[in-house]
């Protein structure tokens, strides 16, 4: 509980927030709401990410208040009270004055004041920043109170006129990462780099998938991380070519490939890999081929992940050794051109090969700027993740190639001279993929 000495992190942020909203702008922030797994059994707690990225407050049923200039303080909260019969059951909890004294909150209430206090900062404002949309119940209380506000301003010369989304600003602000989230991600990496060298040197014929993912899930809470920042893909043989193969079950085979992906998330920050090997053992001739040419692949498109750089730029590049690669595997056919202008690749390679990276693992953040493929500055960080897939099912494919899917995926950090792959660590050249699962 508490900010951990990082205190001056969050002010900063919520100091650069304040001044984004601006004189007579008043923002409402809600934590994320409970959510239930079955019956009467919850899902973990997780707090929201644009709440915890200016507050660093994790319990639920909470509201954060914005609101520049304002007497009774710019930032406030709304949090459950201590209770030492609920707090038996579930934990200790911060109260409001904890909100006070431990997260920087000039006042605090419970939650159930909000319709008390709330209309005190919205009969000055006249910009109300809200995120609508995200928790259904908090849209119906803050709405009600807006239209309250807004009701008024013809007899008072003042009052809200407009809903703002606050996320435009914050959503910028979390793009570009500060010092102490390059080092949380870097962090992340790193004990994502053990449980992927760890699930190689496991992995043997005979074994479930899902026990290579117990195997990372140990990895991760072991070295103190909270757990997988996405379910863990642990597909082998012909799974590999299923995106988003979750299920985890298959028995693998000794020689076949395994493809996981897999990054835990460390206080808040993701952390995204991923790795194919062959099961306990080395790549034959046709692996090390397909291997060679999706790694060559993921390289160019690191090559080009530079400050100045269009976001498009790594994909393009990666795309076009894919496609060469294809050609020689006889799975298309025609030039490069013709190739991107039929799409035919898209048959074996469907997916884009970069995404933004941070406290989720497809982080926010634009992708275009005014219709344009926007250039990347120092302190994003995004994947590069090419992939080359032939389902087991394929006709248009030789037999021989069929049921393979490889991908190799590493986390790029934009820096002022040019890129840090903060996920290094983890094994991708086939020799020192190999001293890990032949070993």
């Known amino acids: 509980m508490g900010l951990n000495g990082n205190a001056g992190v969050f002010q900063a942020r919520r100091a650069k927030f304040l001044q984004a909203?601006?004189?007579?702008?008043?923002?409402?922030?809600?934590?994320?709401?409970?959510?239930?797994?079955?019956?009467?059994?919850?899902?973990?707690?997780?707090?929201?990410?644009?709440?915890?990225?200016?507050?660093?407050?994790?319990?639920?049923?909470?509201?954060?208040?914005?609101?520049?200039?304002?007497?009774?303080?710019?930032?406030?909260?709304?949090?459950?009270?201590?209770?030492?019969?609920?707090?038996?059951?579930?934990?200790?909890?911060?109260?409001?004055?904890?909100?006070?004294?431990?997260?920087?909150?000039?006042?605090?209430?419970?939650?159930?004041?909000?319709?008390?206090?709330l209309p005190r900062y919205l009969?000055?404002?006249?910009?109300?920043?809200?995120?609508?949309?995200?928790?259904?119940?908090?849209?119906?209380?803050?709405?009600?109170?807006?239209q309250s506000s807004s009701a008024m301003r013809p007899r008072i010369g003042s009052g809200p006129y407009a809903i703002v989304d606050p996320r435009e600003f914050l959503h910028e602000a979390r793009l570009r990462k500060e010092p102490t989230e390059m080092e949380l991600m870097r962090k992340a990496a790193a004990i994502s780099a053990e449980a992927h060298k760890a699930a190689m040197r496991k992995a043997r014929g005979g074994m479930k998938e899902w026990q290579i993912e117990a195997e990372v899930d140990f990895a991760f809470r072991s070295r103190g991380a909270a757990g997988p920042s996405y379910p863990s893909i642990i597909a082998s043989g012909p799974n590999a070519a299923i995106l988003h193969h979750i299920e985890n079950r298959r028995e693998m085979r000794a020689g076949e490939l395994l493809l996981i992906d897999a990054g835990c998330e460390y206080d808040f920050y993701a952390s995204d890999i991923t790795r194919t090997f062959p099961v306990g053992g080395k790549f034959n001739e046709l692996q090390r081929q397909l291997y060679s040419i999706v790694l060559e692949s993921q390289l160019k498109g690191i090559e080009k992940a530079l400050p100045g750089a269009r976001f498009d730029d790594p994909h393009e590049a990666a795309l076009r050794v894919l496609i060469d690669g294809m050609r020689d595997l006889g799975l298309v056919k025609g030039s490069t051109e013709e190739v991107l202008e039929k799409g035919s690749y898209r048959r074996f390679y469907m997916h884009r090969t970069s995404h933004w990276l941070g406290m989720d693992v497809h982080d926010v953040g634009l992708y275009r700027v005014k219709g344009e493929s926007r250039k990347l500055e120092p302190g994003m960080v995004l994947t590069v993740e090419p992939g080359l897939y032939i389902d087991e099912d394929c006709e248009e494919a030789p037999p021989h190639l069929r049921g393979i899917g490889i991908r190799i995926e590493d986390d790029v950090l934009i820096t002022e001279g040019g890129h840090e792959i903060i996920t290094a660590a983890t094994p991708k050249s086939i020799a020192d993929v190999e001293a890990l699962t032949a070993g």
């Open 21 to 117: 909203i601006g004189e007579g702008g008043t923002a409402i922030l809600p934590s994320a709401p409970v959510a239930m797994r079955s019956g009467d059994v919850e899902f973990i707690y997780r707090q929201d990410n644009d709440f915890y990225y200016l507050t660093g407050f994790e319990e639920p049923e909470s509201i954060a208040l914005f609101s520049p200039g304002h007497p009774e303080g710019e930032f406030v909260m709304f949090v459950r009270p201590r209770d030492k019969e609920r707090e038996t059951w579930t934990g200790k909890r911060a109260g409001v004055e904890g909100a006070m004294v431990e997260y920087g909150a000039a006042k605090a209430w419970v939650p159930e004041e909000l319709e008390k206090v």
């Open 123 to 146: 009969e000055k404002s006249d910009r109300i920043y809200y995120p609508i949309g995200r928790n259904e119940k908090m849209d119906e209380r803050v709405l009600k109170l807006v």
